[in-house]
Nanobody, 125 residues
């Protein structure tokens, strides 16, 4: 059974940095394109970033480009999201997700097969 476990969330001040991790178990992470999504209260879950199987291709939503960096370490079965210069609008529950079927990185929640339980990121202004 595939399981994803996020960690690293917390309460930060605007401008600070935070790193999230997502450990995958139950199947080799190298089989998955991986994504990070977030959901703020009262809003739909939205795409944040994605990384291809090999890690050579990465994608970001416009509002986090230049501030967030996604990476993966297949040997550690872990994907990371480094978040710099946090803004109050980045506050949300962050979820990692794994897609086993597609040969491209999807920006859509419905195209991901496995999800973590989420980790809360709060940003004070």
């Amino acid at each position: 059974q595939v399981q994803l476990l996020e960690s690293g969330g917390g309460l930060m001040q605007a401008g600070a940095s935070l790193s999230l991790s997502c450990e995958v178990s139950g199947r080799s992470i190298s089989a998955f394109n991986m994504g990070w999504f977030r959901q703020a209260p009262g809003k739909e879950r939205e795409f944040v970033s994605a990384i291809s199987l090999s890690g050579r291709s990465t994608y970001y939503r416009d509002s986090v480009k230049g501030r967030f960096t996604i990476s993966r370490d297949n040997a550690k079965s872990t994907v990371y999201l480094q978040m710099n210069d946090l803004k109050p609008e980045d506050a949300a529950v962050y979820y990692c997700a794994a897609d086993v079927w597609r040969d491209y990185c999807s920006f859509n929640t419905y195209e991901y097969d496995y999800w973590g339980q989420g980790t809360q990121v709060s940003v004070s202004s």
